[in-house]
């Protein structure tokens, strides 16, 4: 549902509240005030998210999908890559019909990596999925892990096509395959 | 009207005031004065009475009938004390006189009646007036205090002019503030309001562009245009946003919601967001973080991140694409030093001395770059900017206290 907070016949806020009732749909609010008070009042009342006009079309696709992505997670069991196909269900990956399982650690950081898929998850992002926090040291071991990652999932672990590191910032899968 | 003229009329409004008090009191003291000890229907005449009254020998003779109004009185005290000569005594005066009383009245009443004396060869000469008709009361100050009169003069003249200048000082300061507070409000009730205004049409506009932009049946000149009105729209919308903000932080209508902040972590995200935002496509962005982890700092992360996004956005602006967009962070002393460098800035400056840094100077115009400045002096930390090429910015935050 979305909702603006200024309506001509009273405020969004309100209505919220009385729409909430007893139903449990993702509600979505746009408002052509963006004072930090009114985000939080939003968010607080617990709202999915807040738009600010003006905004693109594409930036509230993003925003609804994000939000439906986390409402109904879908429990999809399969994902696939180029030609990789990623089975969450048995937490392996096939690559040219051989499949190798994953470990747990590996499993978290592909499944981060494929949430966020085309876009930069950082390091820290993904330490804090890994070790629950931003840990500081912890690169190193995240970069073992990404490596073995690679090997799993890479024709050419040393010139990877899907997992991309981003020089100082992060990692991306990126879904079609990098030339 | 500049605040010095009206701290000038105020000074003449409490200067007059205390004039009109001085005068006032002056007058008062001065009615009182006239008609006390001194005054013509009291004092004066009691030595022209005395001198009215004669010893021929055998008897007194009284030649001021004229000198003494039909309600006075008058008696010649001996020196023994007893009444030798009177002229309409009262009856409840007595006839003879101790010494205790004649030092009563002489300074205070005689049976209530307030009466003036006059000692003469023979005797006191007493005359007295209706009961209830005139005050008296002996005023006494101590000698010491009459020799520092000076001094505590120019204590008390320098009290009541330090009152007239301080009160209108604050009375015009207050002043002051109160309307500063209404100006504030006024101005922050009409940018809010015209921003609100300006978005709601903005999105039809960006909305409409962005979906002639991919509509396939025009040419794609037309989809072009399209482009650029959306890329436009965004910037008036980025323009709308920081001025909105700019305006509540000089007001300090903008309540900061600090929290610790690691730098590092901070900047990744921020740059990660930017680029995964679509911005910044076709740029290199160089990270230099120092190897040992910054001290965390306390900032609104919203404010940081706009402030960083601001400087992330002019870099691209005025950048070559293909360019180097460096950013990082280091320590120095009980701040933390985030840096973004790149392109150049908004308005270049002339002859800038590369590495030179300015704290206030053209190189930090624009909205944008002045809402950075505000951000760092939000927080108590500073921005430097140098105009370049290449652009840098340095903002300084102080590290959170421990």
């Not at chain 1, 950082?122 to 990404?146: K, R």
């Not at chain 2, 009361?137 to 002019?161: E, N, R």
């Amino acid at each position: 549902m979305l909702l603006d907070v200024n309506l001509p016949d009273g405020d969004g806020f309100s209505l919220f509240g009385e729409l909430r009732e007893g139903r449990d749909v993702p509600v979505l609010f746009l408002s052509a005030r963006d004072e930090d008070a009114d985000r939080l009042q939003g968010l607080g009342l617990g709202a999915d998210d807040y738009i600010t006009k003006p905004f693109l079309p594409q930036e509230l696709l993003l925003r609804l999908n994000a939000v439906l992505r986390r409402v109904y997670r879908e429990e999809a069991q399969a994902a696939r890559l180029r030609d990789v196909e990623m089975d969450w269900g048995k937490s392996a990956v096939r690559r040219n019909g051989a499949e190798t399982a994953l470990t747990a650690k590996e499993f978290t950081l592909l499944k981060k990596l494929w949430d966020a898929r085309g876009n930069i998850v950082t390091i820290d992002a993904l330490c804090a999925a890994l070790w629950d926090g931003p840990l500081v040291g912890y690169e190193n071991t995240l970069m073992v892990h990404i490596r073995r990652l690679r090997e799993k999932i890479e024709a050419d672990p040393s010139h990877p096509k899907y997992l991309l590191t981003v020089r100082g910032l992060g990692y991306r899968l990126n879904r079609e395959g990098a030339k | 009207m500049s605040l010095r003229s009206i701290f000038k009329g105020a000074l003449l409004v409490t200067a007059s005031a205390a004039l009109i008090a001085v005068i006032t009191i002056v007058g008062i003291l001065a009615f009182v004065f006239y008609h006390s000890n001194g005054g013509r229907s009291w004092d004066a005449p009691v030595s022209r009475i005395s001198s009215a009254l004669t010893w021929d020998g055998t008897d007194y003779d009284f030649s001021g009938d004229e000198l003494l109004e039909n309600d006075r009185w008058a008696v010649l005290i001996s020196e023994d004390g007893r009444v030798v000569w009177s002229l309409r005594k009262p009856a409840d005066v007595p006839e003879q006189y101790t010494l205790t009383d004649v030092a009563s009245f002489t300074r205070w009443y005689l049976n209530d009646y307030p009466v003036q004396c006059r000692i003469r060869d023979d005797g006191l000469l007493v005359v007295g007036s209706p009961k209830g008709s005139v005050w008296k009361h002996g005023i006494s100050t101590p000698a010491q205090l009459l020799h520092a009169a000076p001094l505590w003069c120019g204590i008390i003249f320098l009290l009541a002019l330090g009152c007239v200048l301080l009160l209108p000082y604050f009375a015009v300061r207050r002043w002051s503030q109160q309307a500063q507070r209404v100006r504030d409000a006024a101005r922050s009730d009409w940018i809010n309001g015209v921003s609100h205004d300006i978005r709601t049409p903005l999105s039809m506009v960006m909305g409409y562009a962005a979906q002639m932009e991919e509509a396939e049946d025009l040419l794609p000149e037309r989809r072009k245009q399209a482009g650029i009105i959306r890329s436009q729209s965004q910037e008036i919308r980025n323009l709308v946003n920081d001025l909105n903000l700019t305006m509540r932080l000089d007001c300090a209508m903008q309540a900061l919601r600090k929290e610790p902040i690691q730098v590092e972590v901070f900047l990744r995200q921020t740059v990660a967001d930017f680029l995964n935002g679509g911005m910044g496509e076709g740029f290199d962005f160089e990270m230099d973080l120092p190897a040992e982890p910054l001290p965390p700092i306390e900032a609104d992360p919203f404010l940081l991140r706009r402030a960083v996004n601001n400087l992330l956005t002019n870099c691209v602006r005025h950048n070559a694409p293909g360019g180097s967009i460096r950013l990082g962070a280091r320590a120095e002393g009980k701040s933390v030093v985030l840096f973004v460098e790149g392109g150049a800035a908004a308005a270049p400056v002339e002859a800038a001395p590369a590495r030179h840094l300015e704290t206030d100077g053209a190189a930090a115009h624009g909205t944008g770059l002045k809402l950075v400045r505000q951000i760092a002096e939000a927080h108590g930390g500073k921005a430097a900017f140098n105009g370049g090429p290449p652009f840098r910015c340095e903002l300084w935050m102080p590290v959170k206290p421990r």
